[in-house]
């Protein structure tokens, strides 16, 4: 049973098997963790980004993590960009988006896996509520056998951190 954690770092320095990117649908760069994720990964990421034939939203994908020296994978997931009108569909999303990216981690061997606070940002899903859509995830991801050991929320800022940090305390993470 994995533990669950929340820090504040650079998800690009933090040390884990795989790091996930708040990817668009393209895979092939973009603002924030996206951009930081493809510049410090370096120009083979885009290239191979570019085989994937891109990613539907709550869907996820594995590439090498090329010059990032702290991973061995990124996992490419993209979130919802955040609609009042659309809410439970967007927190659905959302859902797969962290639940097919911790499967895949599985699937290729992780143990460890670092995930930022994926759509709360260019795509304005609120921290809050992402925060306990999150926290829902990962509680029902504890409950089957796996063999990931730790699962780390990056967050870029402290109010991100402390949104995450009340979820998992409210869920008993």
């Given at each position: 049973?994995?533990?669950?954690?929340?820090?504040?770092?650079?998800?690009?320095?933090?040390?884990?098997?795989?790091?996930?990117?708040?990817?668009?649908?393209?895979?092939?760069?973009?603002?924030?963790v996206?951009?930081?994720?493809?510049?410090?990964?370096?120009s083979?990421?885009?290239?191979?980004?570019?085989?994937?034939?891109?990613?539907?939203?709550?869907?996820?994908?594995?590439?090498?993590?090329?010059?990032?020296?702290?991973?061995?994978?990124?996992?490419?997931?993209?979130?919802?960009?955040?609609?009042?009108?659309?809410?439970?569909?967007?927190?659905?999303?959302l859902?797969?988006?962290?639940?097919?990216?911790?499967?895949?981690?599985?699937?290729?061997?992780c143990?460890t896996?670092?995930?930022?606070?994926?759509?709360?940002?260019?795509?304005?899903?609120?921290?809050?509520?992402?925060s306990?859509?999150?926290?829902?995830?990962?509680?029902?991801?504890?409950?089957?056998?796996?063999?990931?050991?730790?699962?780390?929320m990056?967050?870029?800022?402290?109010?991100?951190?402390?949104?995450y940090?009340?979820?998992?305390?409210?869920?008993?993470?």
């Amino acid at each position: 049973m994995p533990t669950f954690d929340v820090v504040i770092a650079d998800i690009t320095k933090f040390a884990a098997d795989a790091i996930v990117n708040a990817a668009n649908s393209t895979l092939l760069g973009g603002g924030g963790v996206d951009g930081a994720i493809h510049r410090a990964a370096g120009s083979k990421l885009k290239l191979c980004c570019m085989t994937l034939g891109g990613c539907d939203v709550g869907e996820a994908k594995l590439t090498p993590a090329f010059e990032i020296r702290t991973a061995r994978y990124i996992i490419h997931t993209v979130g919802p960009y955040f609609s009042v009108s659309k809410a439970e569909r967007c927190d659905e999303l959302l859902r797969s988006a962290y639940l097919n990216s911790l499967l895949l981690a599985e699937k290729a061997g992780c143990r460890t896996v670092a995930f930022p606070s994926i759509s709360t940002g260019a795509f304005r899903f609120p921290v809050e509520r992402a925060s306990l859509v999150v926290a829902k995830t990962f509680l029902d991801f504890r409950q089957k056998p796996s063999a990931l050991t730790s699962v780390t929320m990056t967050c870029f800022d402290v109010a991100t951190a402390e949104a995450y940090k009340n979820a998992f305390e409210l869920a008993g993470l």
